[in-house]
Each structure stands twice: as structure tokens, then as C-alpha cells.
């Protein structure tokens, strides 16, 4: 979808439909809206009188106007009161928008600005958020239908209408920066769909190659015997069921001066999580083809770091790999040395990903970062904790951690800090070996991160646990059944933050 900035007016505006974003429990309209009314001879203020439109979050109206205006139809799309808005509910009503937009077989669309409160955002967060609630609302994965008639309902191209030249560049600037995080979301969700039989590591490794296009980012790729080499005991274990080959990925930005320490991202990235030998239950199984979101979301963030031209480094690391069961699987018991040196027995081989993300965060150290994130679909325990709405987040780093929720306040991707105390480490005690890789049903999110902990030294680190996160089980304002890529804007969103100096 093509997402453009223009100054204009809602009773000018020539388009198939023009979406108004309103408020609850206001008694007249803002100056925009009072002129489209006047033009409409008062239809906006009759739905609001007979009750048929509110205001209340997500909800719609349309209106047909029988030509009193340019624009063909008229939708009203609620935002709740003032008092409330966020710019997380400026995208829901975008994306409630696109949908409708689809449903009346719209090409175009245009949006007029909204008049926000400055405690929300500023003009461009707005415009940003607009943007990606318009780019994510119009996401759908139809590549493995036969029949293509749906297609023809795309929304193609959404227009923010500024009515004052002097934010014209403001608001083109926040949906150039909406359009990209958008995409970068429907980027991962696309990964994310595809089956596992498509989305092999090595089809990762081809979607790298393609990024690895874009302005100033570098690849480069290990194979087995580099992983061999360097000793990286973890990621090989968990390959070992697989006649898939493993790839451990560095995808590098180089944005800054050279000099510059880099902010290193490590997603686990699993195309098939089987369980392994410890084999997971069938009922939704196919799900576990998602389970390399967290690495799909660091090529995300990767890419959008290039397309924003972002002054900083950074490099993304991607631990690639099937978990199968398989005469040369992992067993149970068996014990693994990583590429720290420290050993691991391994309890159940349906934990998995950290014994990636070890090596991953391992690796990570030698890079001399300024901090480290990692990204992963991690624990089942982080749904029982918290949900589907909020991402589990701990670290060993005030200062990251409160960068990081800040972010997600400014993405609409909540974190919530869970507490990393050594005490839980008493659980993840080996009788054979330094550690081992579960901890029992208490804590799972905790001892998780706890795991990984051991793998990261001094370095400032934030884990990121999107389990709960990463799928939608039904059709929500911005999604559509199935993979959300939740933690994609919220990682480049600290990007951004950060390069701003906030």
C-alpha cells in the first residue's frame, strides 16, 4: 500500500472514501469536521443524534453523501474520548478503517488528521501511527490460494490530509516512519505464514541475502563446520534431528562512525519446533512454524534501521535451525558444551531456543556491543504470566529496561519486567553438568531468562519473551488471524529512540 502526506481539506478531498477519526461524548465537531458537516447539510451530527454513531473505540459508520462532496463515501471511525486516546488506539482505528476500505471494494482512501491532544503524541507520532495502523490493518497472506478473487479487494493507497502547510512536513515524515515499521511488521508476519516446508533455514538465509542489499548492511554466514570451529555446542545439538543444515546469520548496519560500539539484536530463530525427542503434542503443532519469529523481527529491524537512515550500527545475529526428532537427535540427559565453554544438560529438548540463543548471546559478546536484545518465542510460562498482551521482559540493565518500555508505550508493544533473581537459579542446578536447560513448571519465563543470563557476562541485556504474543487466535482490529509480529515495531522503535537521544 502506497501511504501519502498531502495538505487538504476533508470538503475538497476527492477519493473513494474519507475517513474521519472522531471522539466520544464531545458536543460539537473540531473545525474540519464542523465544515464537512455544514457541507453535508448536517448528516455527520444526524448519526451522532440518533444514536447510530458514538465515537466509542473502533467503532464505524458509514455514510453515503450522493455527491454533495468529492469524496464518494463518508466513514466515521470512533477513537473514545480525549481524555483517553493513544496513539495505540489511533492505529486500531486505522486498521479498523482499511478493513471496512476492503469490504467496499475502495482503492483509495484519505484520513483526515485528527486534532490530538499534545500529551498523545506529537503531530508525526501521529501521522506515524496512522500509517502503521492503515499498513498492518490491510495485511492478508494468500499466497497458497487457488482462487485470487479476494485480491481484488486491496486497499492500494492511503492518504493523510494535513489542513495547514506548516505540518505538511511533519506529517510526511511520520508516515514515511509509519510506512516502514508497518511494512516491517507484514515483512514478519509474512515469514511467519509461510509453511515450514517453504521457510526452511535456508530460506531464511535467502531473505538475509535480500536484505543484505539495502544500503550499508553487510552478511555474512556460518555454516556447520564454521559453528564446528568456534565450538557452538548448542545450536549443533539442537540441529543434530534435522536433515536440515543449520546457518548462524550476522546481518551488520553500519550507520555510525566505526568507532562506534553496536547495539546487537539475536532472534531465535526456529522454522520448526517439533519439540525434538521430547516431542510436543499435536493440537496446534502447525503453530510451531512461527517459532522463528524473534529472528524474522531482527531481519525486520535490520532493514528498517537502513530504510531510516538510522546514525548508528547495528547487527543482527540469527541462530537458524530446525528442532526435529531423529536417530541423531538430542536425547534427553545428553550434555552439551556451548560455544562459552560451559557445559548443559539437557532435560527436555523441547527447550530449545535458549540453548540457541546461548550460542547467539555468546556470540554477541564478542562484538563488543553497547548492549545486547534478544527476541524469542521462548516459554509457554510467559502466556500462564501474563497473556497475549503484554511481552516479558528482564534484563540486567535499569537503564535499557526503561528505554525498552518506553518504546513499547510509543509502538502499542507493551512490555512487563519480570523479576531475574539468582535464587530461581537453583532450579536450572545439573548433578552432571554447569547447568541444565529447564527448570521445572515454577517460573518458566524466569528461569528462561535466567538460562540465558549465564551467557552474557557484564554486557547491558534485555531478554524479550514474545510467546504469548506472536499469534492471534481471532480476528483483531489491526490483525487478521495467525502471526501478529509483535516486537518488530517495538524493536525498531527503541531504534529510533535511541537515535533521537530519548
Known sequence: MNILAKQGEATTASTELLVCLTYEKEKSWNKALGALDKKLGGQLSDVKKTGEFSGKPNETTLL????????????LVGLGTRETLTLERVRQAMGMAVKRARRVKAKGMACVMPDVPKSTGRLDDVAQAMAEGAVIGSYRFTKYFTDHAEDHKTLQACTLLAPKAPNHALVTAGAKRGHILGEATCFVR??????????????????????????????????????????????????????????????????????????????????????????KPSENMEHMKADMTGGAEVLAAVRAASRLKLPMNVIGLLPVTENMPGGRATKPGDVLTMLSGKTVEVQNTDAEGRLILADGLAYATRLKPACVIDIAT?????????????????????ALKTAMRQAGHDSGERVWEMPLWDEYFEQLKSDVADMRNIGGRGGGMITAALFLSKFIGDHPWVHLDIAATDWSASERACFSKGPTGTGTRLLIQYLINRANGS
Open 190 to 279: 509474512d515469514m511467519c505464514n509461510h509453511p515450514a516446508n517453504v521457510m526452511k533455514p535456508s530460506r531464511v538465509v535467502a531473505e538475509a541475502k535480500s536484505i543484505a542489499k539495502e544500503s550499508k548492511i553487510r552478511l555474512k554466514v556460518l555454516d556447520r563446520q564454521n559453528m564446528k570451529k568456534l565450538g557452538m555446542g548448542g545450536l549443533l545439538g539442537v540441529a543434530q534431528g534435522s536433515i536440515e543444515p543449520p546457518h548462524f546469520i550476522i546481518l551488520e548496519y553500519s550507520g555510525g562512525p566505526k568507532t562506534q560500539r553496536p547495539i546487537v539484536l539475536v532472534g531465535k530463530t526456529v522454522t520448526f519446533d517439533s519439540g525434538g525427542i521430547s516431542l
Open 64 to 75: 453515503h453523501i450522493n455527491g454533495k462532496i468529492p469524496a464518494k463515501r463518508v466513514l
Open 378 to 398: 521462548l516459554t509457554g510460562a510467559a502466556m500462564v504470566a501474563l497473556g497475549n498482551v503484554a511481552i516479558g521482559m528482564l534484563g540486567n540493565d535499569d
